[in-house]
């Protein structure tokens, strides 16, 4: 399978504690994205990488939420303290570039995190 | 005010209705227009791009209105397959940058 790949896909956690999410882009995406989607809602922009660079970062990225991209492949979203609030499905993209303007980002299955 | 905005729904329909969606943005300076549709438990989909001239898509026909800030979906001849969500799309910077900004969605519920 050469889609994007998440892992883990479900993660149930307590209050508090801290989670980590993978998110593996397609090979030769050096565009990659994170969006929070909840129930009944479209999917929210948190922050965006392309090659190793962090280029923007919603307002909806508090200081508990960290992104990384360190080698410009796989990226990491961390979770610190988690809050209820925090329970949602984190979905990872991929793009190229130049394919932006077509609207051609691809997206994983997500990983769903409950927060108890 | 949400920066995309769409009509949540549900709409139910029987098979073989047409069922219009519509959606506005906010940002005038929105350069390129998309609908993705994400099936239940799903990640999203591209499903059409919208140019300013209309475009269609075998039963999907989508449109642009520039001045209004508004985008709409038709799809013609329902099937109980296009249930889904229907997600409203914009990417309000040039082509080298930005990211796509989605609306909350319109679910369509075909029934037999």
């Known amino acids: 399978d050469t889609g994007v790949s998440q892992n883990p896909r479900h993660k149930i956690t307590k209050r508090g504690q801290n989670v980590t999410f993978r998110c593996d882009p397609i090979?030769?995406?050096?565009?990659l994205y994170w969006y929070r989607q909840t129930l009944g809602q479209g999917p929210e922009f948190l922050t965006y990488f392309q090659n190793e660079a962090q280029l923007e970062k919603s307002r909806l990225l508090s200081d508990r939420f960290s992104a990384e991209r360190p080698k410009g492949s796989f990226s990491t979203l961390e979770i610190q303290r988690t809050e209820q609030g925090d329970s949602a499905m984190y979905l990872c993209a991929s793009s190229l570039a130049t394919s932006l303007v077509l609207g051609t980002i691809y997206f994983g299955e997500g990983s769903w995190l409950t927060v108890v | 005010r949400k920066e995309v905005e769409q009509d949540p729904g549900p709409f139910n329909v029987p098979e073989g209705a047409t069922v219009a969606f519509n959606c506005t943005y906010s940002?005038?300076?929105?350069?390129?227009f998309f609908w993705y549709r994400q099936d239940c438990r799903k990640e999203p989909k591209l499903l059409m791009s919208v140019y300013s001239s209309g475009n269609e898509d075998g039963r999907f026909t989508a449109q642009l209105n520039r001045a209004s800030q508004y985008i709409s979906l038709l799809i013609r001849d329902s099937k109980l397959s296009d249930s889904a969500t229907y997600l409203c799309?914009?990417?309000?910077?040039?082509?080298?940058?930005?990211?796509?900004?989605f609306g909350q969605g319109t679910t369509l519920q075909v029934k037999p």
């Open positions: 940002n005038s300076a929105s350069q390129s």
């Open positions: 090979s030769e995406h050096n565009r």
């Open positions: 799309v914009v990417n309000f910077y040039s082509s080298n940058t930005g990211k796509l900004i």
